[in-house]
């Protein structure tokens, strides 16, 4: 298995523009998490989904953010318009079921000037 | 909500045992997690309570006690590679979902 695949690795974009992070989870996992971790904040969830519904968005910060599952292999994150203090690694992670651990992705290091 | 404490940085010696607390409140509870992540890198998951009682898993257990809202991580024989941030996570009444601790640094030194 190749674990969760996230795209891209590194992101560095100006103020303003709109930014996609993506993820492709591990087949068979119910759960996608979106997380994103700062020294100050630390890990943070953004948003969860179970067999591809939102089930909690809470720790989506704003409306810049949004986030989509279309299908049980993909999902994305945007930020629109992006802001320096977005300016984070931010995390996909899966798991099989609710008690299960989670399995990160490598994260995308997403740099706003 | 959710509050979970854990020291902020630790140090050991190579060899030793290093004993790593966590304590939680929540509003309900699911389950804890215990996750290393090494510098730059993302975490990966070492062990689940949701009963109380020790979990061992080669050098490293994991205790729960929910009564006190307590769990430790206990790594044995340290070598230098387990020198990393280990994370307590807590799954809540919203048993989707877990929240993280800020995390203990630990430097293992030879």
């Known amino acids: 298995d190749a674990g969760v695949i996230q795209s891209p690795r590194h992101e560095v974009t100006e103020m303003g523009q709109e930014v996609t992070l993506r993820c492709k989870p591990i087949?068979?996992?119910?759960?996608l998490f979106w997380y994103r971790q700062t020294m100050m904040r630390g890990l943070e969830l953004l948003i969860y989904?179970?067999?591809?519904?939102?089930?909690?968005d809470s720790g989506m910060p704003e409306d810049r953010f949004s986030a989509k599952m279309p299908n049980a292999s993909f999902s994305t994150l945007k930020i629109q318009p992006s802001e320096p203090r977005d300016s984070a690694v931010y995390f996909c992670?899966?798991?099989?079921?609710?008690?299960?651990?989670?399995?990160f992705g490598s994260g995308t290091r997403l740099t706003v000037v | 909500g959710q509050n979970i404490d854990q020291p902020t940085e630790m140090t050991a010696t190579e060899g030793a045992i290093v004993q790593i607390n966590c304590t939680y409140q929540?509003?309900?509870?699911?389950?804890l997690f215990w996750y290393q992540q090494h510098a730059g890198e993302a975490p990966t998951f070492l062990s689940y309570?949701?009963?109380?009682g020790l979990e061992e898993k080669g050098r490293f257990s994991s205790f729960l006690s929910r009564s006190k809202g307590y769990s430790y991580l206990l790594l044995k024989e340290l070598q230098m590679k387990d020198s990393a941030s280990y994370l307590c996570?807590?799954?809540?009444?919203?048993?989707?979902?877990?929240?993280f601790g800020d995390g203990t640094t630990l430097t293992v030194k030879p």
């Open positions: 992670a899966s798991s099989r079921q609710a008690n299960y651990g989670y399995t």
């Open positions: 087949s068979g996992h119910d759960y």
């Open positions: 989904f179970n067999n591809n519904v939102p089930i909690d």
């Open positions: 929540t509003s309900g509870f699911n389950g």
């Open positions: 309570n949701v009963l109380d």
């Open positions: 996570a807590v799954r809540g009444e919203n048993a989707g979902k877990s929240t």
